[in-house]
């Protein structure tokens, strides 16, 4: 299956969580139980530094991606994604141009490692003017 294509924006110094559902061409969930996922956004395709990396291991501000849906009650066999950034996270973040992003899932290891691209696009900032003291 093909990535699917979906833009979005940032609004610096908020929390961001969003949530996809992973499915068949048949429209049944994915079970991403033993799934590991990345997300990266850069500031073009092909730059060699990122504004954000996000994995599978949710960081201490619980900013990452988490198999268990944004809500973190459903069951990896759901298909859910969540797209997790905190307003900590979110607040240093600061760019200009559309930037652009793309999620991968991933199991196995070394040589018998199967990787997805589930979703890409193009990322907008869109700057706060209320800042935290």
């Known amino acids: 299956m093909a990535a699917g294509i979906y833009d979005f924006t940032i609004e610096q110094g908020t929390t961001i969580n969003f949530e996809i559902q992973y499915r068949d061409n048949r429209n049944c969930p994915i079970d991403l139980t033993n799934y590991q996922g990345r997300m990266q956004i850069r500031p073009f395709i092909g730059a060699t530094s990122s504004y954000i990396t996000l994995s599978s291991s949710l960081d201490d501000t619980f900013t ?3 198999f268990s849906g944004s809500n973190n009650s459903l069951p990896p066999s759901s298909g859910s994604i969540a797209i997790q950034i905190s307003a900590i ?18 199991s196995g290891s070394g040589a018998n490692t199967q990787v997805t691209r589930v979703i890409q696009g193009r990322v907008r900032l869109s700057k706060e003017v209320t800042l935290t003291p």
């Open 64 to 66: 990452g991606i988490n």
């Open 89 to 106: 996270s979110s607040s240093v973040l600061d760019w200009s141009i559309p930037a652009y992003y793309d999620l991968e899932i991933y």
